[in-house]
Every structure is written in C-alpha cells, then in structure tokens.
C-alpha cells in the first residue's frame, strides 16, 4: 500500500513538472543562443532547443520557428546519439510536416522515430534483462549463505552434542562461548541477508518507477497530439474558409459557388448587359516620366478606387489589361437597371480622375487622363483556365465598348444608342452624332453630360 501511494505522489510530481516546463515562456533569440553557446555538450543544447519547442508550439503563428529550432536540434541529437531527444525530435519533425500538408516528409520522420524507438526498446530490454541476471546472481548468494548457515547449524549441533557428554564446567563454559560465537555470526549472516533482500526490493521500486515514467509521458504525448489534432483540424476549417472567402473575391459569388459544388462552370448567355471600358491617356508617355515602381504604385491606387466604386455601384469587375479597365453590370445575376448603374459608376469614375488629376498638377507631379466607352447588348460568360481561373465575357457587344472608349475623349463618358435609350431619362447628355469606329463602321455616339 505504502509503495502504491508513493508512486501516484511522483506521478503527481511528474505531471506537475512537466507541466511546468510546457508553461515555461519563450525565450528570446539572443538568450537562446547565449545558452546554447554555453551547453557544456550537444545533450544540453538537444533539451535547451526542445524546451524553446514547447514554448513555441504553443502557438500556430510560431510553427515555422519551432520547425527551424526542431531541425537544429536533430543535428545535435543525431551527433550525440541521444536518441531520448532524438525521439522527440522526430515526433515534432513529422507533425510539423503534417501541418504542411507534406505527406512524404511526415512519413520520413515517422520512419525514423520507428527507428528510434526500437533502439530504445532494445536498450531497455538489455538493461532489464542484466538487472534480472543481477537477482539471478543475488537469489544464488542467498541461496549458498542458507545452506552455509545449515552446514553451521548442523556443526553447532554436533559440537553440543559432544559438550553434553563431558560433565566439567570448563568444556561447558567453552561450548557457550561458542555457541555465542556462533550466534553473533549467525545474526551478522542475517543482517546481511535483510540488507540483500532490502537491496532487491529497491531494485524493483525503481524499476517500477521507471515504468511509471514511461507510462505517464506516454500518456502526457496522446494527450498532446489529441488537442494538438483538434486545434490544427479548427485551423483547417479557418482556412479553409479563407480559400472560400478569396475564390469569392476572384469570381461572382455565385460562380464561386457553382465551380465549389460541381468542379466547372457553365457558360452563360445574357440578353442584356451594360459593359464598360476605361483606358488612361497617353499611357505610353507617361511610363517615361515615371519609375516602374510609380506607375504600379498610381495605376494600383486607381483601380482600388476603381474597384470601390464599381462595388457601390453593384457592378462586376471583369479584368484589367495593362492600363484598360473592363466591367459590367447585369451579371452573373440579371437586373433591369444595370445600364443606369453602369453610368452612374463611369461618371464617378471619371470624377476621381478630375480629383486626382487636378491634386497632381498642383504638387508637379506627372497625371492620368482617362477616357471611358459603354455599351449595351447581349453577352456569353464563363470562367476559363484550369489552373488560374478567370471569369470573362465574350460578344460583339463587348467589341463595340471597346471601341466606344477608343473614340471617346479624356474626361469624357462615351455612350452607345442603345444605353442612351435606357438612359436618357436619368442624364443630360450629348450627341455626337455618327462617330467611325474601327472595323465597326458608323456608330450614333452620346457623351455624358
């Protein structure tokens, strides 16, 4: 009873001592590496570096350091053969592998830690097997000093024997000496013999001791990679939303969808839809007066304004070609006023042009112009490519918006018969009358007043 009790008090300790060491803070790189500069060998630095692990572990943003730090520490362990720490090397080695997704290297690593158990296995069965040699050897000394013990028995019995045939005191006092003499070895013999048998059960306490080590870090380890498991499987569910929320962000929402649900997308046709094109002024010119790193900078500065005007407005951004801009409204989900809103945003559009243009002139600074073409008339759409997917429009009357922003002029919104017709109600507008447009011929064009 006494020694169950004090192996669940160290199992306690244990536990709280390991606990201590996950709850330990992260120390920082320089102090890390001043400790591991004075490890007084690579078994130290091996622990130093796991420990940092725990620490690091216990954060997901915090995965790639601890990998980094968990490769260091396999050199010194595989230097070192400490194959305890190596043991756990490799376990952190395949699970960080797991989180990216890298099957063959978490594979490796599980190879490995087989590898290494088996060494350890072997280790603690030779050392079993010699403390078993050691209580072989130990039962036998016990065995000879019981039948030593007998053997002086019997002797002791003969000398009385002969002592109680002589009848003077002398022979009697002799023979109590020397079963006096006989009783101290005797007793000495037994203090040897609870001094063995003493010996032996401490040999099987602390056997039993390291059993119950083992067994609790065993427990300690599933304990960690079931929670660990749940927290990383919470983190996939996050990013997978994540995914979801940037495929949204490339195509329609209902696309998205469509291309989630079923793998491809059906394209669509729409009688319908007001498609509208932007392209800066003298672009060409411009790039000359300005870094490479400028022109991204301002051209990524105009589409973002662009793409929040449009998302007002309820349009659907289709691509951007170089300096060109393509919308449209009226898909992938139809609308009756998709050409009021098609104008609405073109004339904002051109409006951040004016701002920006006039807030340029004033610093010195080189500026767009901006030259805008709508046009009304049946599409097709789908998405295209296997690899990067992009969700486009096809039809003449995305040809004729082309080419109605082609023949439009800077800070001006160029519009076709057929959106003026749905239009003319909302805005003042111009007519220019039959404008030529390139491979189209004539075509009755309206400015945007």
């Given amino acids: 009873m006494n020694k169950r009790y004090v192996l669940f008090i160290f199992s306690l300790l244990l536990l709280a001592r390991i606990s201590n060491c996950y709850a330990q803070t992260i120390l920082p790189s320089a102090e890390l590496e001043d400790k591991i500069r004075n490890a007084p060998h690579d078994t130290i630095v091996v622990k130093i570096l796991l420990q940092q692990i725990r620490g690091l572990s216990r954060s997901i943003q915090n995965t790639d350091e601890a990998n980094k730090l968990n490769n260091r520490a396999i050199i010194f362990a595989e230097k ?11 376990t952190n080695a395949a699970h960080f592998a797991n989180l990216k997704f890298d099957a063959t290297g978490e594979r490796i ?48 019995d003969e000398k009385n024997r002969i002592i109680t045939s002589k009848d003077t005191v002398i022979n009697r006092q002799k023979l109590e ?51 660990s498991n749940r927290r990383y499987t919470k983190q996939i569910a996050k990013e997978k939303g994540r995914s ?5 962000n490339i195509l329609p929402i209902s696309i998205a969808e469509e291309l ?39 051209i990524d500065y105009c589409y973002t304004e662009f793409d929040s005007i449009i998302v007002r407005h ?40 004016d701002k920006l243009r006039t807030e340029r002139i004033a610093k010195g600074l080189p500026h767009f112009n901006i030259r805008v073409g709508l046009n009304t008339g049946p599409v097709v759409a789908g998405v295209v490519g296997t690899h990067k997917f992009a969700y486009d429009i096809w039809g003449d009357t995305v040809n004729v918006a082309a080419r109605l922003e082609s023949a439009s002029e800077i800070g001006r919104v ?22 030529m447009a390139k491979n189209k011929g004539e075509i009755d064009m309206y400015f945007v007043n």
Avoid: W
């Fill in 80 to 90: 070192s053969n400490y194959l305890v720490g190596l043991a756990e090397c490799y």
């Fill in 109 to 156: 690593y599980k190879q490995k830690l087989e590898k290494v158990q088996l060494e350890l296995d072997k280790i603690a069965k030779a050392k079993l097997k010699l403390l078993q040699t050691e209580n072989i050897e130990k039962e036998n000394k016990l065995e000879t000093a019981d039948k030593e013990l007998k053997t002086k028995e019997l002797v002791i």
């Fill in 177 to 227: 000496n020397l079963q006096k003499e006989q009783l101290l070895k005797l007793a000495k013999q037994e203090g040897e013999l609870k001094d063995l048998k003493f010996k032996e059960q401490q040999t099987a306490t602390r056997f039993l001791f390291v059993v119950s080590i083992g067994i609790a870090v065993i427990f300690l380890i599933l304990l960690y990679i079931f929670f």
């Fill in 244 to 248: 979801d929320d940037l495929l949204q």
């Fill in 260 to 298: 989630k649900n079923n793998g491809s997308v059906k394209t669509r046709y729409y009688d319908n839809v007001t498609v509208l094109f932007t392209d800066f002024e003298g672009f060409t010119k411009l790039s000359e007066k300005m870094t490479s790193e400028d022109l991204v900078k301002e």
């Fill in 314 to 353: 309820g349009l659907e951004k289709i691509k951007t070609i170089g300096d060109a801009y393509m919308c449209a409204a009226g898909l992938p989900e139809p609308s009756s006023d998709h050409a009021l809103r098609a104008v609405r945003a073109a004339v904002d559009i051109v409006i951040f042009i």
């Fill in 414 to 435: 160029n519009i076709s018969h057929t959106v003026y017709e749905l239009v003319k109600h909302d805005f003042s507008t111009q007519h220019r009358g039959k404008v």
